[in-house]
């Protein structure tokens, strides 16, 4: 009877075991795809929100709040702050989320609380005029979640991801911080610079709007023949071979960009000038023909130059900006 009953005792024990792993394994495939979209580092858009720490243009302290002014969507509703629990993960991790919290707390305790209750619970910032929700991706910055309602179908920046004070900018404006000083700069409302020293005199009047580091290309002619043969082989020896024909093929020339040299860009309201080690361009907007918004960076034409130049920067659409404000300064 005794043998019975230490048999049954071990057999319950190896049942619950089991059973408690296979509940573990369970919940595991049920949960895990959506623990790695939660913590996996968020994609942002790109739709670019950041600028050239050079060029000194800062927030206006109107945008500069911790929390929403208003709904970016409908530009009159107040956020909230709600928190929603998930059906599924609430009805698993619930009971266990009250039993740990019933607990005695210690540090490993209440850490496992708390992270029980990060996955039973959802806290989303939600307009209470038209139900746009918002949902915190990291300190301070925030991704409008798409919900297929009227208010979204329109609007530019449905499904994208911001910081609070770009959020706030479209609240008041209806643009991002980028957008907004990009517009600026195009109209020639520039700010100078006053701490960059280029190692070249300036003209009178001449004012320094920015530099950067960069790298010159230039295009150079690049030969190839093309071309082939016609006729037989015959074998005169062992291991020897002499082919008996003729050979037709012609030479094509074509352009490819080659960096010429690495240094520096700056643009003034009257020049776009380049210092590099060995070479150097020394462009006037005013024979400036021609530029391009490349992705790597600005190609220009100028009337003294029979060939294009290439200068690489970290963020041509605001060069581009630049260089079109500055020709209507100069």
């Given at each position: 009877m005794v043998a019975f009953g230490i048999g049954l005792f071990f057999l319950i024990v190896r049942v619950t075991a089991l059973g408690f792993l296979l509940?573990?394994?369970?919940?595991?495939?049920?949960?895990?795809?959506?623990?790695?979209?939660?913590?996996?580092?968020?994609?942002?858009?790109?739709?670019?929100t950041d600028l050239p720490s050079w060029l000194q243009i800062e927030y206006q302290d109107t945008v500069k709040k911790d929390k929403f002014i208003k709904c970016p969507v409908c530009k009159k509703g107040k956020i909230n702050e709600e928190t929603i629990k998930r059906p599924t993960l609430s009805r698993i991790l619930e009971p266990i989320n009250?039993?740990?919290?019933?607990?005695?707390?210690?540090?490993?305790?209440?850490?496992?609380?708390?992270?029980?209750?990060?996955?039973?619970?959802?806290?989303?910032?939600?307009?209470?005029?038209?139900?746009?929700?918002?949902?915190?991706?990291?300190?301070?910055?925030?991704?409008?979640?798409?919900?297929?309602?009227?208010?979204?179908?329109?609007?530019?920046y449905f499904n994208e991801t911001f910081h609070i004070y770009e959020w706030n900018c479209i609240v008041l404006s209806g643009k991002t911080f980028r957008e907004i000083v990009l517009e600026k700069l195009e109209k020639g409302e520039i700010p100078a610079q006053q701490d960059i020293n280029i190692g070249v005199p300036l003209k009178a009047g001449e004012k320094i709007f920015g530099g950067e580091k960069s790298n010159l290309y230039e295009p150079r002619a690049v030969r190839e023949f093309h071309g082939g043969s016609r006729g037989v082989s015959m074998r005169v020896a062992k291991g020897v071979s002499?082919?008996?024909?003729?050979?037709?093929?012609?030479s094509e020339s074509h352009d490819e960009l080659r960096m010429i040299d690495s240094g520096v860009l700056i643009i003034t309201n009257k020049r776009l000038i380049f210092v590099g080690p060995n070479r150097g361009s020394n462009i006037d907007l005013k024979k400036l023909l021609h530029f391009n918004v490349?992705?790597?960076?600005?190609?220009?034409?100028?009337?003294?130059?029979?060939?294009?130049?290439?200068?690489?920067?970290?963020?041509?659409?605001?060069?581009g900006a630049l260089i079109k404000g500055a020709i209507k300064q100069c």
């Open positions: 509940w573990i394994v369970g919940l595991g495939f049920l949960i895990g795809p959506w623990l790695s979209q939660r913590f996996k580092k968020e994609e942002f858009s790109d739709t670019k009250k039993k740990v919290g019933s607990m005695k707390k210690n540090k490993i305790q209440s850490f496992l609380s708390g992270t029980l209750d990060k996955l039973i619970n959802q806290k989303f910032h939600i307009c209470e005029g038209c139900a746009s929700r918002f949902l915190k991706v990291e300190d301070d910055t925030y991704r409008l979640l798409p919900d297929g309602s009227e208010n979204h179908s329109n609007f530019k002499v082919r008996v024909g003729n050979f037709k093929g012609q490349t992705q790597d960076g600005i190609m220009v034409n100028v009337e003294t130059r029979q060939k294009s130049q290439l200068f690489s920067v970290s963020d041509p659409e605001v060069w």
